[in-house]
């Protein structure tokens, strides 16, 4: 699967396909990584950037690539020390358009199990909250048919 991610007034648009988008507002950016942090089955197996930058004829593009190739070499020893395996990969083009690209390539590993178990717990989740509140109007049935009894 594919998509990309575009900064927009309203706040961080993640293109899905073609015809669908997801915006996220800035200001509920905290509470969504809140409820993103539920996805510890998955680990992140490959990341490759791909940085397009203009000053491809100027001599400030290879200063402007020197310090992106160092910026993500940084980034990257960080996450090698967390994730040894993790396929990193960092890459710098120059062209004579005076825009700035950046292409990220990445895969992702699940485990089965945790997922599964995950997907149980909020089953049952589902079914307990549904049980209650069928209780609750059974409960709410019952005062009414005791209140019709004594008037």
Known sequence: ???????????????????????????????????????KGFQLWRLHIVTETGGANAPYGALIAAAIQAGSSAFFQTLRTKHPFLSLRSSVLLSERKDVK???????IFNGFILTIAAIKKVLEVIINWKRRKSTISLRERRTDSRALWT
């Open 102 to 108: 950046i292409t990220f390539e990445s895969a992702v």
């Open 1 to 39: 699967h594919g998509g990309y991610a575009q900064l927009e007034r309203e706040g961080v648009a993640i293109h899905l396909t073609r015809k669908k988008a997801l915006i996220v507002p800035y200001a509920r950016m905290t509470e969504t990584r809140k409820k993103l942090a539920a996805t």
